[in-house]
């Protein structure tokens, strides 16, 4: 039988890895870096440089000049995005600024490398005006074939992403927003399929209508289920607030005001407590735990309950708090608990599939190819209470998710390039596993050296 934890086992679990990621990030002086992809010996008895640099170069260089599409050709455009942030809302820690969300940014960028295959580098800006910041990215984009915002404040984050989507013509995403919406659906659809109970007749509690609760809420009405069955609580003059028609919710919530209209159909009034009260599924995207979401409001949901505290680095409960309670599955944002319902399962496969049908958007309808990719994978391999989500070490599934997003944006005709299903399978494929097998190569020849935590001294004299 296995043992339960403590609250304080619980927390010192929790804690261990930020403990170990202060020292390691110090060892290693960063996660990602710069590598050749080319031959850099003699090539047909000319120096290399001379055909990567000067001389050579201007000529891939006018080529592009007459035709401007070459540049996806001739360069690593079609593979490389930029990650961009102005640190305003960095995990849940808030606006710690550019420089101390860096750590961040390059940890995307890793993500981006290993399970997608794509060159990510970060761009952390010092712009907190949203037309500014607009300008900024929109000046760099010659060099990416896409753009990745993070951690960026709403309401700024919506209007920066719409403004963006309508005025470029390469892939342009809030993870934040669509990566997060895209993964909890996946796991939703999966959790109600194996306690059995259909998305049109539960209710659905979503606490914080933020870039991700708002997205959240947009892909479930996409999924079908009804407006009416959500109920939303966001602050309202600084308390938790079951929002309702009659309020000015288009004033409160910029951007969201119109959708969230048609929520919460029964009119229940209250807060936390009365929004769980009968309900289904929680989802929350509010203010790092734990107590943030109490037991006993768990209590009051129903049977077979579905709860994903998805607040970082400390979900709202802890996952064993909730079971306790009587939650049938409990989902999180962490890699060290069961059910990690993380947005990094998402955007590397997302723009995979993008990028290499040089898509000129993403659109919603792709990122549900994406959710919907993910869901079956792990249907296919089993469900049960601890495995409604693929894990990381679980590559194919970034496959899989790529092949359909390539297919849904060829079917919509945001595609400049068409591949059919088992090239996008074998390109998709080719490329991930390559910078997989570099990273092991670099690793087992000793480039990239084990980090291993000095054992602590102690303090006690022999």
Same mark, same amino acid.
């Given at each position: 039988?296995?043992?339960?934890?403590?609250?304080?086992?619980?927390?010192?679990?929790a804690?261990?890895?930020?403990?170990?990621?202060?020292?390691a990030?110090?060892?290693?002086g960063?996660?990602?870096?710069?590598?050749?992809?080319?031959?850099?010996?003699?090539?047909?008895?000319?120096?290399?440089?001379?055909?990567?640099y000067?001389?050579?170069?201007?000529?891939?260089?006018?080529?592009?000049?007459?035709?401007?599409?070459?540049?996806? @050709?001739?360069?690593?455009?079609?593979?490389?995005v930029?990650?961009?942030?102005?640190?305003?809302?960095?995990?849940g820690?808030?606006d710690?600024?550019?420089?101390?969300?860096?750590?961040?940014?390059?940890?995307?960028?890793?993500?981006?490398?290993?399970f997608?295959?794509?060159?990510?580098?970060s761009?952390?800006?010092?712009?907190?005006?949203?037309?500014k910041f607009?300008?900024?990215?929109?000046?760099?984009?010659?060099?990416?074939?896409?753009?990745?915002?993070?951690?960026?404040?709403?309401?700024?984050?919506?209007?920066?992403?719409?403004?963006? &989507?309508?005025?470029?013509? =390469?892939?342009?995403?809030?993870?934040?927003?669509?990566?997060?919406?895209?993964?909890?659906?996946?796991?939703?659809?999966?959790?109600?399929?194996?306690?059995?109970?259909?998305?049109?007749g539960?209710? !659905?509690?979503?606490?914080? =209508?933020g870039?991700?609760?708002?997205?959240v809420?947009? *892909?479930?009405?996409?999924?079908?289920?009804?407006?009416?069955?959500?109920?939303? *609580?966001?602050?309202?003059?600084?308390?938790?607030?079951?929002?309702?028609?009659?309020?000015?919710?288009?004033? /409160?919530?910029?951007?969201?005001? @119109?959708?969230?209209?048609?929520t919460?159909?029964?009119?229940?009034?209250?807060?936390?407590? @009365? %929004?769980?009260?009968?309900?289904?599924?929680?989802?929350? !995207?509010?203010k790092?735990?734990?107590?943030? *979401?109490?037991?006993?409001?768990?209590?009051?949901?129903?049977?077979?309950?579905?709860?994903?505290?998805?607040?970082?680095?400390?979900?709202? =409960?802890?996952?064993? @708090?909730?079971?306790q309670?009587?939650?049938?599955?409990?989902?999180?944002?962490?890699?060290?608990?069961?059910?990690?319902?993380?947005?990094?399962?998402? !955007?590397?496969?997302?723009?995979?599939?993008?990028?290499d049908?040089?898509?000129?958007?993403i659109?919603?309808?792709?990122?549900?190819?994406?959710?919907? %990719?993910?869901?079956?994978? &792990?249907?296919?391999k089993?469900?049960?209470?601890?495995?409604? /989500?693929?894990?990381?070490?679980?590559t194919?599934?970034?496959?899989?998710?790529?092949?359909?997003?390539?297919?849904?944006?060829?079917?919509?005709?945001?595609?400049?390039?068409?591949?059919?299903?088992d090239?996008?399978?074998?390109?998709?494929?080719?490329?991930?596993?390559?910078?997989?097998?570099?990273?092991?190569?670099?690793?087992?020849?000793g480039? =990239?050296?084990?980090?291993?935590p000095?054992?602590?001294?102690?303090?006690?004299r022999?």
């Amino acid at each position: 039988m296995k043992k339960e934890l403590t609250r304080e086992e619980l927390k010192a679990k929790a804690e261990k890895p930020g403990k170990i990621s202060l020292l390691a990030h110090a060892f290693y002086g960063g996660k990602i870096g710069v590598a050749p992809k080319c031959w850099t010996r003699e090539i047909e008895e000319l120096h290399p440089l001379s055909v990567w640099y000067t001389p050579g170069v201007a000529k891939p260089c006018l080529a592009i000049k007459e035709d401007p599409m070459r540049v996806f @050709e001739f360069t690593n455009k079609a593979n490389r995005v930029w990650i961009i942030s102005n640190g305003t809302r960095v995990l849940g820690l808030g606006d710690i600024g550019p420089e101390a969300g860096e750590p961040v940014m390059e940890g995307k960028a890793l993500i981006f490398n290993l399970f997608g295959g794509i060159d990510a580098m970060s761009l952390s800006v010092k712009e907190k005006n949203p037309d500014k910041f607009i300008e900024l990215v929109k000046n760099v984009t010659p060099s990416v074939g896409g753009i990745n915002l993070e951690d960026i404040r709403q309401p700024d984050c919506f209007y920066i992403l719409q403004k963006l &989507q309508n005025e470029l013509e =390469i892939p342009i995403w809030h993870d934040d927003q669509q990566g997060t919406a895209a993964i909890v659906l996946a796991g939703v659809i999966n959790a109600l399929k194996f306690v059995g109970k259909k998305k049109e007749g539960v209710i !659905f509690s979503q606490l914080g =209508i933020g870039a991700a609760g708002y997205s959240v809420v947009r *892909v479930l009405i996409k999924m079908g289920v009804p407006p009416g069955n959500i109920r939303v *609580v966001d602050l309202v003059n600084g308390e938790p607030t079951l929002l309702t028609k009659e309020m000015d919710l288009e004033k /409160l919530f910029p951007y969201r005001g @119109e959708m969230l209209s048609g929520t919460n159909a029964d009119r229940v009034k209250g807060g936390v407590p @009365e %929004a769980l009260k009968g309900a289904d599924v929680m989802i929350s !995207f509010t203010k790092p735990g734990p107590g943030v *979401v109490k037991p006993e409001w768990i209590k009051q949901m129903t049977k077979d309950a579905i709860v994903f505290p998805c607040a970082n680095p400390i979900p709202e =409960i802890w996952p064993e @708090e909730a079971k306790q309670a009587g939650a049938k599955i409990v989902a999180t944002g962490r890699t060290d608990f069961p059910n990690m319902c993380n947005n990094s399962l998402i !955007f590397p496969a997302v723009f995979r599939g993008a990028l290499d049908v040089m898509a000129s958007k993403i659109t919603t309808e792709m990122t549900v190819e994406a959710s919907m %990719a993910v869901a079956k994978y &792990q249907q296919r391999k089993g469900l049960d209470e601890f495995h409604i /989500l693929p894990t990381m070490d679980d590559t194919d599934v970034f496959v899989e998710e790529a092949v359909a997003v390539g297919l849904k944006a060829i079917e919509q005709g945001v595609a400049r390039k068409i591949l059919t299903e088992d090239e996008l399978r074998t390109k998709a494929k080719n490329t991930i596993s390559r910078t997989q097998k570099i990273a092991e190569i670099l690793m087992k020849k000793g480039i =990239i050296k084990k980090f291993r935590p000095a054992p602590e001294r102690s303090t006690v004299r022999d």
